[in-house]
């Protein structure tokens, strides 16, 4: 039997000036990628351990992004505001 039963990953705050949280990873490897209303990749961060993250994005502008969060082969997509 295979579970399908997988805790909601969540993003806050959203709109976002500089760190940004990750709760509900799996523990297990972890990619987060962030891309630009462009598509074009401007961040990475891989991660072993799971559960929660901070991420400090203060580098990026203003703007609309994508973030991609691949967690044990489970992909989950957000909308992202930077301020």
Do not use: H, W
């Amino acid at each position: 039997i295979v579970s399908t039963n997988y805790n909601p990953i969540r993003i806050y705050p959203n709109p976002v000036n500089d760190q940004l949280f990750i709760e509900g990873l799996e523990k297990g490897n972890t990619e987060i990628l962030l891309f630009n209303m462009y598509g074009q990749l401007v961040m990475e961060q891989n991660i072993i351990s799971g559960g929660n993250v901070k991420m400090n994005i203060s580098s990026q502008a203003s703007g609309i992004y994508k973030i991609l969060i691949t967690n044990n082969e489970r992909n989950t997509t957000f909308t992202l505001i930077i301020e």
